[in-house]
């Protein structure tokens, strides 16, 4: 079975942690709009895509033998003290001189794959770095709808967030942009690898993650949208176990599904899975997933003691269980 997983982020890592029990073939496709901490750094200081969300879908795909398991921990370790590099991965500062030395962060991220172990691959959504714009309501006292900028401010407004959107921006002192001219801001690119990953897949998947900011900008670059709507490929929506504070705050399971089908009203989905404890009304989440094609799926695949965290046996057994009766049509099979 080829799987694809798009998101970004711990969700994206869950996703694919738990596809890992199922199949080898694990393409994650991943968000480049992250413009905090080391990665926004890097972005700001380099004009390379952010590699932190990049770097934690590699250590989740990591071998778990082999010199993997320590290469993907080398990977996540983050240095501390007051210097230059506190806060900086080591995985971000080694995808950062991959992406300068091969100069095609396809190649950098397919090599280190082959440093990790990984028998699958890991693809930026777009190889131009993306922001995003939401409009939020509840920030002005007139309750006028403002817009806010980049992913970090995003993710953390106290206001409520309505709708995103995506653009690319290429710096004003990129080559042939010539001296003196603002940046310019055109519709997202998406990364050919990764629609062609989309559309060849038996299975693809969209969360958990951060909503606005880690999922559905997956669906607002056209190519990668155009590829999810075509694509024949079992299509598997996984909710998040809480609402995301900022982002999602007072969202039920159900206004998530709305929430998609605003940003993509012609994506149908075959599955949503829940937790089966995070469903106050099964009933109206179960009429949301059949609303957009879909069959719910609840279970219990919350890790205990870990507040918001799948659980990644948990959840691949949910999977294996919601795409039983399409690989048995097709003759298809998981581990």
């Known amino acids: 079975m080829r799987a694809v997983a798009l998101g970004g982020g711990h969700g994206l890592h869950a996703t694919l942690t738990a596809l890992r029990r199922l199949t080898d073939d694990v393409t994650a496709v991943v968000t480049v709009a992250d413009d905090g901490g080391s990665s926004g750094r890097l972005r700001r200081e380099l004009g390379l895509l952010p590699p932190g969300d990049l770097r934690k879908a590699l250590a989740a795909l990591a071998a778990a033998d082999d010199g993997g398991a320590r290469w993907a921990e080398v990977f996540q370790h983050r240095f501390g003290g007051s210097g230059a590099l506190t806060g900086h991965a080591v995985g971000n500062l080694l995808l950062a001189g991959l992406f300068e030395v091969l100069g095609d962060p396809v190649a950098g991220l397919d090599e280190a794959a082959r440093l990790l172990g990984v028998s699958g691959r890991v693809l930026p959504m777009s190889t131009d770095p993306l922001d995003i714009e939401a409009e939020v309501t509840g920030l002005e006292p007139d309750g006028a709808v403002s817009r806010i900028r980049g992913q970090v401010a995003v993710a953390s407004t106290p206001g409520q967030v309505q709708r995103i959107t995506l653009h690319s921006v290429v710096p004003a002192d990129s080559p042939g942009a010539g001296a003196g001219v603002t940046p310019a ?122 507040v918001g965290r799948h659980d990644p046996d948990a959840l691949a057994g949910c999977v294996r269980d919601a795409l039983g009766a399409t690989s048995a049509k097709e003759g298809l099979s998981w581990r």
Do not use: M, Y
Request: proline share 10%.
């Open 185 to 306: 801001v055109t519709p997202p690119q998406a990364c050919r690898e990764a629609v062609d990953a989309v559309l060849s897949a038996d299975a693809v998947f969209l969360g958990p993650g951060s909503w606005f900011t880690s999922v559905l900008p997956h669906l607002l670059v056209p190519e990668l949208h155009d590829a999810l709507v075509k694509t024949s490929a079992t299509k598997i929506v996984i909710l998040n176990l809480v609402p995301q504070p900022g982002e999602t705050a007072g969202f039920s399971p159900e206004q998530h599904l709305d929430v998609l089908f605003q940003h993509a009203p012609r994506l149908g989905v075959d599955a949503v899975i829940a937790d089966r404890d995070s469903v106050p009304t099964p009933a109206r989440l179960r009429s949301a997933a059949a609303a957009l094609g879909g069959r719910a799926h609840l279970a219990s695949i919350a890790a205990p003691g870990a």
